[in-house]
């Protein structure tokens, strides 16, 4: 089982949509919880920082993590054609190891 | 201006050529790494340096080596590269201290190997 599962997608979704991105995680260690957004042909960079289950807004993008259930969400409210990329989790139990998903693509129809 | 550079951005090379890629940081962060990108395998740690004198292996290592000529240097290469090394490279940086996860990424470097 790997550490972190993510789907890949691809994602389609209209414009103005709220889209809802997530990832499972297998170790209970992990308390650290990350959300990278990555366009095309460009590195990935950090979107969302949480810690511990709840929710965390930042304008229209929400993270939430469940860890009871390992499980790990983001929502983008409104959403737009800017908002295409690639999305990944990352995971860490705080020790500078971080565990990436294999990121889901999302593309945004205008 | 970028805070992580990486340099080539683009390279084609051939089976068995000795490659460098290389990365440098303005951030002031002491902790450096080497990730791959491949579809459908996402990102993965190649190696990784805490400190100039603290460099460590990564999930995949074999193949690759590293040298971190300073702080806010760190070169990875490929002693002779084969076409399963043709990938996205990126270089990473990040604090050092606990809690501190959050890694700051290069444009990348795609290289492909003939």
């Known amino acids: 089982q790997k550490e972190v599962e993510q789907d890949p997608g691809p994602l389609s979704v209209p414009e103005g949509a709220i889209v809802s991105l997530n990832c499972t995680y297998s170790?209970?260690?992990?308390?650290?919880f990350m959300w990278y957004r990555q366009y095309s042909r460009k590195g990935p960079e950090l979107l969302m920082y949480?810690?511990?289950?709840g929710n965390k807004e930042d304008g229209r993008f929400t993270a939430q993590v469940d860890k009871s259930s390992k499980y790990i969400s983001l929502f983008i409210r409104d959403s737009q054609p800017s908002d295409s990329a690639t999305y990944l989790c990352a995971i860490s139990g705080g020790y500078q190891k971080v565990t990436f998903g294999i990121g889901t693509k999302l593309q945004v129809i205008p | 201006d970028a805070d992580v550079t990486q340099t080539p951005r683009n390279r084609i090379t051939k089976t068995g050529k000795r490659i460098m890629l290389e990365c440098s940081q303005t951030?002031?962060?002491?902790?450096m790494y080497w990730y791959r990108q491949d579809p459908g395998l996402g990102l993965r740690l190649i190696y990784y340096?805490?400190?100039?004198?603290?460099?460590n292996k990564g999930e995949i290592s074999d193949g690759y080596s590293v040298s971190r000529q300073a702080q806010a240097k760190f070169s990875l290469s490929l002693e002779s590269a084969i076409p399963n090394q043709t990938a996205l490279y990126f270089c990473?940086?990040?604090?050092?201290?606990?809690?501190?996860?959050?890694?700051?990424f290069g444009p990348g470097t795609r290289l492909t190997v003939l």
């Open positions: 990473a940086t990040s604090v050092a201290g606990p809690g501190t996860d959050t890694q700051y």
């Open positions: 949480t810690y511990s289950s």
């Open positions: 951030k002031g962060h002491d902790r």
């Open positions: 170790n209970s260690a992990f308390q650290y």
């Open positions: 340096s805490f400190d100039v004198k603290d460099i």
